[in-house]
């Protein structure tokens, strides 16, 4: 979308919301060709991907992260991790919304489908994804009106209905 760049969202990402890597660096640690395999199968289920495209670059530059030696980042050598250097003053120029809002969304309709329990989608990013938080807890902290209007605002996808009904009733979070 344009509204930041990686080093601004990775910030973000560890200093406002404490995950224990930035977006891009663990698309980086992942490898950035098998996310673009999972966004295209995505994108054949119905389930939109607006991260294919720049992953697709990627890949055909054969920049595929840690594997071989550049990604976002550059790494010492391929297949040789090493922390990249993310400014922590980027993090004051992103609304930690707008990079939590989607999961939040997902995990909403995962929810209201009856698929999972919140506590399971709590546990699940924490142990998962290594989140320090529940993704609800953090959709509570940040205002469920604040997620509805950043998902507006990235113009992927309708917000889920349980998240419009909770700003419809006044149940913003904590």
Same mark, same amino acid.
């Given at each position: 979308?344009?509204? @930041? *760049?990686?080093?601004?969202?990775?910030?973000?990402?560890?200093?406002?919301?404490?995950?224990?890597?930035?977006?891009? &660096?663990?698309?980086?640690?992942? +490898?950035?060709? =098998?996310?673009?395999? =999972?966004?295209?199968?995505? !994108? &054949?289920?119905?389930?939109?991907?607006?991260?294919?495209?720049?992953?697709? &670059?990627?890949?055909?530059?054969?920049? %595929?992260?840690? $594997?071989? +030696? $550049? +990604?976002?980042?550059?790494?010492?050598?391929?297949?040789?991790?090493?922390?990249?250097?993310?400014?922590? !003053?980027?993090?004051?120029?992103?609304?930690? =919304?707008?990079?939590?809002?989607?999961?939040?969304?997902? @995990?909403?309709?995962?929810?209201?489908? +009856?698929?999972?329990?919140?506590?399971?989608? *709590? %546990?699940?990013?924490?142990?998962?994804?290594?989140?320090?938080?529940?993704?609800?807890?953090?959709?509570?902290?940040?205002?469920?009106?604040? =997620?509805?209007?950043?998902?507006?605002?990235?113009?992927?996808? !309708?917000?889920?209905?349980?998240?419009?009904?909770?700003?419809? !009733?006044? $149940?913003?979070?904590?």
């Amino acid at each position: 979308k344009g509204i @930041a *760049d990686y080093l601004t969202i990775d910030a973000v990402a560890k200093y406002k919301l404490g995950f224990p890597m930035g977006v891009f &660096e663990l698309l980086d640690y992942t +490898g950035i060709d =098998v996310n673009y395999y =999972v966004s295209k199968s995505l !994108e &054949e289920s119905g389930i939109k991907s607006p991260c294919s495209v720049l992953f697709e &670059e990627k890949v055909k530059k054969n920049e %595929l992260g840690v $594997k071989s +030696g $550049k +990604g976002f980042y550059s790494y010492p050598a391929p297949g040789k991790y090493s922390k990249p250097e993310i400014p922590k !003053e980027l993090a004051d120029k992103l609304d930690p =919304v707008l990079i939590i809002a989607l999961g939040v969304n997902e @995990a909403s309709r995962l929810f209201r489908q +009856g698929i999972v329990s919140k506590e399971d989608i *709590d %546990l699940g990013v924490k142990l998962g994804l290594g989140f320090p938080k529940g993704i609800f807890q953090y959709a509570d902290e940040l205002g469920i009106d604040n =997620v509805v209007k950043a998902i507006n605002s990235l113009s992927v996808e !309708e917000p889920d209905r349980l998240l419009l009904d909770m700003v419809n !009733e006044g $149940k913003l979070g904590v």
